[in-house]
């Protein structure tokens, strides 16, 4: 599909190129705005107003709104006012909110010079909302209803708004602004009977968001109970705006991202990979490296203090590497399962004791049984097959003890912190496999030598 | 809210065990499903299917799907015939499908035979589609529209067939079964005239994905597109069926999941963390573990061959861990942000050149930077403050320059493995912490003691 979708590309270029602009308007107007905005990622600068104003004008604003930031940019410095207003009209307002936020100071005045007085409100109101919130992703183009309506009256009202609203199947009962109700179109279309009042057959258990309302939890809410849109209110229960599935699909997306990247030690980032400049790739991963790095300072003190020890026993120092990789392994599994079941909302923590109890018996587990393997590993492979004969069977004894115990300190460590984290108000995944690898470095070589100290006396 | 549910959940089992059926039931019909099915999680196996008979029918059926496999059991296996057919009446063919896969054989076995035979089919159908495919999460249940039709009779069958169907919003127009176009209801409400035609407001540029399509390729489209519903259709352009919104954000979820659990070095879960057993948590952590624990052989092997230096220059064994430490987490960091943009379908294959290009970049800067610190940190730390004279400016300059070439190796490893994953058509995810780290960690040894042995002559 992706080299069909190249060929075609190329072709539309052409097309372009060879101004043979009849033809490329016929064949712009049947594509997917997504695919359009995609086609412009690739033209030379000069070549994307020329291919914009062959648009019709609500395609134009559809496509505008899936575009990258720079094309955007490129095309808002180019417009005239009255372009800039005809497809400013077009947008949903919380596009709108969205493009402003993206946009350079000098861009953004001339955005809201050119919105509508009423848009350029809106757009005020939501971008005064916390980052992350409920009321910065919301839109405030909904169908609202009365209680009054009937059903027939409500289907009316819906062809009449209909055509300016992010969604219209999902429609909310209002009362002085208050929200007392919602209704879907379907429910409408399936009423028997025309003159039934909405309130008759509207739904009044209404689960709704506050602006205030972390992202998160809205999308953790559209995942659990698979709405097409929800409901953001006021203090007061008033009505404000409603958010829709595709912003919280973008939403579940981009906290996965940064889950993934906080987990392995990057800032997260705002820009997709390409899109990142080699600087902000840096920036993003250097300051995790650096205090990580800095932070091993501590294992380096243990192993000059225990230099007598290793030098007494040189064949201990092959297995630290071994020691230091399955603890950080064991622990980032458990932190990893931890913060994952945080963010998916199943775990809280007040279930630190159940955390703590399974991850105990599965270490336990997994620290013997790899215990007894790496056990018959060092004495057939290192001592019989390899003929070291510095690794004595005690030697190997202290080996294989160190390991199960730093398995199971490392896979405690990593179910509780994360935990711990969230007790705290911190972000859970910044607990993740880097910062839990250090701890338990330290860790399991003190385990490691105390063992080799008290069994082989060194 | 989570408090707030809690006390509800013990009014409502308070009132169960009271018997004040007739209150309990009045509470329980205002409720959400999702929300319902959360309470019965908490209930002692008897009070299970007391409570469920409380449920009207349609809310009954929706609950039940919403309930954990185990209650879903408990109750089919006391159900009478007669309430197991109303129940499975009720459902959509996609959740009945989705029941069936649950279910040890005993139970499929009565549920198939309680079916209606046209249910029974497609149950089937949806079982033989390959597991992770469009096919498996479809439903076929969606409104189909002909050709010849007007607005106003496509509204009309829309509102005597939609009670049954998964979505309305969206229907689809075939013609001897082949797909030739999609409206919406938003373009049907909004049509001025009830006379037009569907096929001149039909959208014919049509975007489907086959029975075969992969479900991560399918949330794909779904997040690119910001669909409520996508057309699913055999080789022949024939439609089998529809994927609704809420079953693409659960395999987004899912998928996510899978992608955090194999970077951790686990093999994907198909339970939940709670869920989970102590055993099948071990089952899931112990393979990786085992194999990487294994692998760090060759660490042990490389640092036994260098065993010499290491007795000359014993202050050399104090940076292992940092070394390894740094080199892994640099690695980690470049693996998770490619695999992240190839399951977002931001990467390709071919983009190859364009990772290494800036990784190459990326790693410099990182190796650079750490290098200089790492060097000062030695010298003012280790050398000046804890008076250990064996770090001499040399072994800083070891340690150091082997860090810098380390973090490079690393960040290009971790780069271009998980590109090499996916050209060999394995899971990219499976190259990230744990594997790169094990690869990272010998290469780094091998780095510092060729240093070790070109600069102090070891």
Redesign the interface.
Known sequence: M?ERFEIVQKALQKMLEDKKYATLRDILV???P?DIAALFSNLEEKQIPLMFRLLPKEQAAETFVEMEPDAQELLILGFSDNELKAVLDELYVDDAADLVEEMPANVVKRILKQADPEMRNTINQILCYPENSAGSIMTTEYVSLRPHMTVGEA?LR??RQ??DKET??TCYVTEGRKLIGLIT??DL??AEDDETPVTDIML??L?SVTTHTDQEEVARM?????F?ALPVVDKENRMVGIVT??D???V??DE??E???I????LPSEK???KSS??E??KN??P???L???S??F???I??AF?DA??AQ??L??????L???G???G??S????I??LS?G???FR?IG?VLW?EI??AV??GI??AV??FA?IWL??HLL?Q?QEITLMVDAVVCLA?AVT?IIAKVVGGLLPLAAKAMKLDPAVM???FI??IV?ALS?LVYFLFAKALLGV
Request: hydrophobic share 50%; with cysteine; net charge neutral.
């Open positions: 992706a049947t594509m997917n997504s289907i819906i062809r209909g055509v219209i199947y179109v379907k279309l399936l009044t258990n689960i559209f995942s659990k109970y698979n097409l599935f595709d919280a699909m973008d579940m997306e996965a991202t889950d993934m990247e987990m392995s030690g990057m997709t990979y390409l080699v600087f790739l840096f991963r250097i995790w490296l650096m990580l790095m800095v091993a300072t294992t380096g003190l192993i000059t230099e290793l030098a040189v064949a120092t092959a297995f630290i590497p071994m230091m990789g399955t950080g392994n064991s980032s599994q932190s990893v399962t931890v994952r079941s998916l199943e775990l809280k279930d159940i399974k018996r599965t587990l997994c049984s790899l393997v790496c590993k492979v290192d390899m070291n390991l398995v993740a496999s880097p690898s250090t470095d070589l």
